[in-house]
Structure formats: C-alpha cells, structure tokens
C-alpha cells in the first residue's frame, strides 16, 4: 500500500478520475474493434469526439461570460463520464447526435447557470442525461456497467479512487443500501440472480466510482456523507420505486445532490490576495481578503482553485487546510515549496496582490473537541502545522486554556513555522511545543535532535495515555503514527488524523 500511496500522493484526484475514464473508453474501443463490444469503434469514437467538442466550446464559453477560472480536467471527465453511460451513435442518427448534444450542453451549463453563490448543485452529468431523456427522450444506457470485459478496470479504478479520496465508508453505505433494497424485493432463490445483475450487468459499481464520490456535489462532513450514500444507493436499486415510477442511477443521483446541497456549505467564496509572508525556509502564508466572511471551525479545509494559464497534470485545484483563527479578519492559506514545483505552486509564486483564487467546499471533522477539559496531543509533520497554527490562535484568541503539547517534526531547523504564534501560546496558555528536527538542533531545551517517536512522546508528556491525539502531515508519516500510538496503548477513538497529499 505505501507504493500506492506515494502513486497516488503525486497526482490529483481530478487527473486520477481523469486516467480513469480514458483507460474504460480505451478499453472498450479495442473491445470494439475485436467484436468484442456491443457497439462498434467508430460509433465511439464519433460520440467521444461530439460530446468533448460540445463540453470543450460550451465551458470555455460560460467560462469567459462569467469570469471565473475553469478546472480544465472537468471538461474531459465530464464529457469521458457521458461518453461511457449515453449509446454511442454514428452521424446518420440524427436524433442520437442530438441526445448527445442536448445532454453535454446541459452537464456544463448546469456548472454555471443552476448554481447557487457560485456553486453548482446538481452532479453535471445526471443532470445532462435527464435534461437529453425530458427534451429528446433520449435515455442512457449505461454500457459501461453491462460490460463484463471492463469489470476489472471498473474495480481497480475505482478502488484507487476510493482510497485518493478516502471515500470507503460513504462508497460501502451505498452498496449495501442498494444490496438490502434489491434482496427485501427479492425472494430467496432468486438472490443469485439478483446479486449477479448487481455486479455484473448494472451501472451500480461505475456509479459509485465515478459519480457518488464527485466532490463538488457530494457532502464533505462524514456522517452526511453516509446518509447521501445510503439515499443514493437505496434509490438506485431496481426495486426502489413510487407507483409505477422507477428510479434511474441519475435521478438517484440528483435526490442525493437535494440532500448534499441542504447539509454542506452553500458559498464558493473569491478571495483577493492581500500580502505574503514568509514563514520558514520555503514557506509562505498568502493571506487573503475574502468578499464574504468565512464561517469555518478550526482545523477545516477549503479547495482552492486558481486560475492557471499552464495547468500541468496535477491540475489547478488543491485542497488546504485554513491556516487562520475564525477570528481573523483575513484568511490564511499555508504552502510549501518543494523544488522543480507544479504548475498550481508556479502560479502561487507568480501572484501579487490584487490577484484572486476561488476557494469552496469548506469542510474537515479535524477540529478541536467540544470538552475544554480534555487533554491534547497535537503531532505534526512539516507544513502539516497549518491546523495547528489555527487551532492555537483560535485558543488564544477566545481565551481557551485547555491542556495541550505540540510536537512538531522537521529536517531542518530553519524550516519551523508559526514560531512566533506558539511562542506567544506558550506564555498565554501555557502551551507546550516541542520541536523534533533532524540535523543538529540549536541549544534550546525544547529541540529534539531526530525524529518524533514513542520515546519522546513519554519523556516529554509523562501523561501521555490520558490525552486525546492530533496527527498531521504526509499520509505516510500520520500512518505510521497511527502505529505508534496503538503500539502506546492509545484507543483508535483517541486518534484524529488529517494528512496532505503532497503535492509539489
């Protein structure tokens, strides 16, 4: 798993759904030239080719009419998601070119136009085979999910965007929602053939994949997360029905996008670079002034996208953590700058003020604990600090003297930020932060000459088995001490995690 992980650490989720797509629609078009596919490979490659073009025009025009940066990898996938779900066509079916047509400019439009304080309600593609069904009666049928040949990159790539996404439990709710659904409608000796549709001939698994876990349209928080899983599921099984009104995948989808809508934060916010700061080596704080306040809990995430004339593979889209306290007038966002960086990060080195990103789905369950008297560990890695940075400024600011220690683990001494907010925690609150570095530390009694382990946690925090922990940073380094912790006889329900991918 950890050659996985760091796989995956260094591509976007947009670009992994992105590869996703294309190796089903590659698949299938060298299926097709076998025989091997229910459609042939010109009829594909002629409704690829419409449905791109109608994305590709359609989004850069909606685009420039009002004024707001474009994800250039959401026009493919969007347009690779229809392709694999509407019945490819040739140019002679007029009425199928049409359905096409009608079904792309409606997944884009609805980005732009049903949306509400800038963010779009609706997952773009079920909108767009409803909106193809309502004006054409054009339906999709879901190929994808009929074809037993692409059953094993369907799995795999979804199973890797699941953990990108670390999307399991919502993914898992959905399933055995849509399972207990079909099997309550099904007598006992049909379960065979019941499960075998399921798995085999549905769109239930690419669904899930590739729609269920889109972001934008999907709850942030986990526990909404759960319920917009299980209604999504439940509606999309066959059996799920109103009268003599079935359910389809995209209708499902849509009731769920009511329900996501209704519980996650409804505002994508425009933030206008105020100044930079420099925090550490290769460290700096953008502060931004937002045009509405930010209403956030300590600990939280936006996604943040800017506006990249070169956007690489990794796309313009990340999601960080707010380095700033709610009581802030400004928001605060934390990067660090790696060699030979991405498009994204050229672009952050290249703004000034005046210079705007968007930022949206604001959402994280890495927050601080509602008891004041529970004791805290807080661990980070690197510029895994940014939430501790907003967590103790938050403290200080609202008077919040609760019992905590940070240990925060660098290479380099020089490469500490935020020292001045924890050594200002440090004479408010009493905070207690210890600094783990690598090389040679300075003479300061709270360095620590190497890496942050058990032996450390105990010399430093005797009481360590009676505080609740926080561990931020890489992916790798909060797994393993996810270890370290069990191996100290610290609860897994003690333990709250929060890594970044990484991303240079």
């Given at each position: 798993?950890?050659?996985?992980?760091?796989l995956?650490?260094?591509?976007?989720m947009?670009r992994?759904v992105?590869?996703?797509?294309?190796a089903?629609?590659?698949g299938?078009?060298?299926?097709?030239?076998l025989g091997?596919?229910?459609?042939?490979?010109?009829a594909l490659a002629?409704?690829?080719?419409v449905?791109?073009?109608?994305c590709w025009?359609?989004?850069?025009l909606?685009?420039?009419?009002?004024?707001?940066?474009v994800n250039?990898?959401?026009?493919y996938?969007?347009?690779f998601?229809?392709?694999?779900?509407?019945?490819?066509?040739?140019?002679a079916?007029?009425?199928?070119?049409a359905?096409l047509?009608?079904a792309s400019?409606?997944?884009?439009?609805?980005?732009?136009?049903l949306?509400?304080?800038?963010?779009?309600?609706?997952?773009?593609?079920?909108?767009?085979?409803?909106?193809?069904?309502?004006?054409?009666?054009?339906?999709a049928?879901?190929?994808?999910g009929g074809?037993?040949?692409?059953l094993?990159?369907?799995?795999?790539?979804?199973?890797?965007i699941?953990?990108?996404?670390?999307?399991?439990?919502?993914?898992?709710?959905?399933?055995?929602?849509?399972?207990?659904?079909t099997?309550?409608?099904?007598?006992?000796?049909?379960?065979?053939?019941a499960?075998?549709?399921?798995f085999?001939?549905?769109?239930?698994?690419?669904a899930g994949f590739?729609?269920?876990?889109e972001?934008m349209?999907?709850?942030?928080?986990?526990?909404?997360?759960l319920?917009?899983?299980?209604?999504?599921?439940a509606?999309s099984?066959p059996s799920?029905?109103m009268?003599?009104?079935?359910?389809?995948?995209?209708?499902?989808?849509?009731v769920?996008?009511?329900f996501a809508?209704?519980?996650?934060?409804?505002y994508?916010?425009?933030?206008?670079?105020?100044?930079?700061?420099?925090?550490?080596?290769?460290c700096?704080d953008?502060v931004?002034?937002?045009?509405r306040p930010v209403?956030f809990?300590?600990?939280?995430?936006l996604?943040?996208?800017?506006?990249?004339?070169?956007?690489?593979?990794?796309?313009?889209?990340?999601?960080?953590?707010?380095?700033s306290a709610?009581s802030?007038?400004?928001v605060r966002?934390g990067?660090?700058?790696y060699?030979?960086p991405?498009?994204?990060?050229?672009?952050?080195?290249?703004m000034?003020?005046?210079?705007?990103?968007?930022?949206?789905?604001?959402?994280?369950?890495f927050t601080?604990?509602?008891?004041?008297?529970?004791?805290?560990?807080f661990?980070a890695?690197?510029?895994?600090?940014?939430?501790?940075?907003?967590m103790i400024?938050?403290m200080?600011?609202?008077?919040?003297?609760?019992i905590?220690?940070?240990?925060?683990?660098?290479?380099?001494?020089?490469?500490?930020?935020?020292?001045?907010?924890f050594n200002?925690?440090e004479?408010e609150?009493?905070?207690?932060?210890?600094?783990?570095?690598?090389d040679?530390?300075?003479?300061?009694?709270?360095f620590?000459?190497g890496?942050?382990?058990?032996?450390?946690?105990k010399?430093?925090?005797?009481?360590?088995?009676?505080r609740?922990y926080?561990?931020?940073?890489?992916?790798?380094?909060?797994?393993?001490f996810?270890?370290?912790l069990a191996?100290?006889?610290?609860a897994?329900?003690?333990?709250?995690?929060d890594?970044?991918?990484?991303?240079?």
């Amino acid at each position: 798993m950890k050659y996985i992980d760091r796989l995956l650490n260094h591509i976007t989720m947009y670009r992994l759904v992105l590869y996703y797509l294309a190796a089903l629609l590659g698949g299938d078009f060298g299926l097709a030239l076998l025989g091997k596919s229910s459609h042939d490979a010109a009829a594909l490659a002629f409704s690829i080719v419409v449905i791109t073009a109608v994305c590709w025009l359609l989004n850069r025009l909606l685009g420039l009419a009002f004024r707001v940066p474009v994800n250039a990898e959401s026009i493919y996938i969007t347009a690779f998601i229809l392709a694999l779900i509407m019945p490819p066509v040739l140019p002679a079916d007029v009425k199928g070119v049409a359905g096409l047509a009608v079904a792309s400019a409606a997944a884009m439009a609805s980005k732009f136009i049903l949306a509400i304080y800038r963010k779009h309600v609706f997952n773009p593609v079920a909108l767009g085979v409803v909106a193809s069904y309502l004006l054409l009666d054009q339906s999709a049928t879901w190929w994808v999910g009929g074809s037993v040949y692409l059953l094993p990159i369907v799995v795999v790539g979804g199973l890797l965007i699941l953990r990108k996404l670390q999307r399991f439990e919502m993914f898992g709710v959905y399933l055995l929602s849509n399972l207990a659904v079909t099997l309550l409608s099904t007598t006992p000796d049909m379960y065979g053939d019941a499960l075998s549709q399921t798995f085999l001939s549905s769109p239930l698994l690419f669904a899930g994949f590739a729609m269920l876990t889109e972001p934008m349209t999907a709850p942030a928080a986990h526990w909404p997360s759960l319920g917009f899983g299980a209604l999504v599921g439940a509606l999309s099984s066959p059996s799920t029905h109103m009268g003599e009104f079935y359910f389809t995948p995209e209708l499902a989808l849509l009731v769920g996008n009511v329900f996501a809508w209704a519980v996650n934060p409804k505002y994508r916010f425009k933030l206008v670079l105020e100044r930079i700061e420099k925090t550490a080596a290769g460290c700096y704080d953008y502060v931004f002034t937002p045009n509405r306040p930010v209403a956030f809990v300590p600990g939280q995430y936006l996604d943040w996208t800017i506006h990249s004339r070169r956007a690489d593979d990794r796309g313009n889209r990340r999601t960080f953590t707010i380095a700033s306290a709610p009581s802030e007038n400004h928001v605060r966002l934390g990067v660090k700058f790696y060699p030979n960086p991405s498009a994204y990060k050229q672009t952050l080195l290249n703004m000034k003020p005046g210079d705007v990103v968007y930022g949206a789905q604001l959402a994280g369950d890495f927050t601080l604990p509602k008891a004041p008297e529970e004791k805290l560990a807080f661990i980070a890695g690197g510029i895994g600090v940014t939430p501790f940075r907003s967590m103790i400024q938050h403290m200080m600011d609202v008077g919040d003297f609760r019992i905590a220690t940070l240990f925060y683990g660098n290479n380099k001494a020089n490469e500490i930020a935020y020292v001045d907010v924890f050594n200002r925690a440090e004479q408010e609150l009493g905070l207690r932060t210890v600094y783990a570095v690598a090389d040679a530390p300075a003479a300061q009694t709270n360095f620590h000459a190497g890496f942050i382990d058990a032996d450390l946690i105990k010399r430093e925090m005797p009481d360590y088995a009676e505080r609740t922990y926080y561990v931020s940073g890489p992916r790798s380094m909060v797994v393993k001490f996810e270890k370290v912790l069990a191996e100290l006889g610290i609860a897994k329900s003690k333990i709250k995690t929060d890594f970044f991918p990484g991303f240079a």
